[in-house]
């Protein structure tokens, strides 16, 4: 089974900062396996990137995704209020078939 | 505009039965990944079960295993969640998602399944 940390748990920026967020896999990923999802309080996640750096329909370009192998990374070049969200990256495996990261907290600072 | 609709979330007793249901609009479920992913309260995201495109191949998390049952009826548009033998951690908001293989591109809007006495 693969495991994947995110890190930091939680990151305190201030709007118009640059958001650097990783995902570590326990072993080798896909690079064509691996998403990111942004949650709002409330709300289902949406889909960001996928292929681990396509953007998804109707995301804005400040939103990047990068790596490969067993380290990947969201970046968002200039932080919006409404970017102010838990962020999840997810796999798609052998068995199980998908696994998500426990999440990184993005907070207003 | 795809849309996906679930219904059928409560409360219900351990050792007791739920069936969850997702209709699609927009969005055909038999030509799409289908999965259900739940989150319960306060935590991540955890993937429950998925039914493949065409042939309706299913997986689950082994949490679920032996317990859940995926299903969707074409001609209704709808995917289905089976859920037996409930136990308090299964207590979550409960999403249908759909797309790719790889990853979900549309979410429904989550139901939520307590399991208590």
């Known amino acids: 089974e693969i495991v994947l940390t995110q890190f930091p748990g939680t990151l305190s920026l201030s709007p118009g900062e640059r958001a650097t967020l990783s995902c570590r896999a326990s072993?080798?990923?896909?690079?064509?396996?691996l998403a990111w999802y942004q949650q709002k309080p409330g709300q289902a996640p949406r889909l960001l990137i996928y292929?681990?750096?396509s953007r998804a329909t109707g995301i804005p370009d400040r939103f990047s995704g990068s790596g490969s192998g067993t380290d990947f990374t969201l970046t968002i070049s200039r932080l919006e209020p409404e970017d102010f969200a838990v962020y999840y990256c997810q796999q798609y495996g052998s068995s199980p078939k998908y696994t998500f990261g426990q999440g990184t907290k993005l907070e207003i600072k | 505009e795809v849309q996906l609709e679930a219904s059928g979330g409560g409360l219900v007793q351990p050792g007791g039965s739920l069936g969850l249901s997702c209709a699609a609009s927009g969005f055909t479920v038999s030509g799409n990944y289908m999965t259900w992913v739940r989150q319960a309260p306060g935590k991540g995201l955890e993937w429950v079960s998925v039914?493949?495109?065409?042939?309706?191949?299913?997986y689950y998390a082994d949490s679920v295993k032996g317990r859940f049952t995926i299903s969707r009826d074409n001609s209704k548009n709808t995917l289905y969640l089976q859920m037996d033998s409930l136990r308090a951690e299964d207590t979550a908001v409960y999403y249908c998602a759909g797309g790719a293989k790889y990853y979900f591109e549309y979410w429904g809007q989550g139901v939520l399944v307590t399991v208590s006495s």
């Open positions: 039914i493949y495109s065409g042939g309706g191949t299913t």
């Open positions: 072993q080798s990923v896909s690079s064509n396996y």
């Open positions: 292929g681990a750096s």
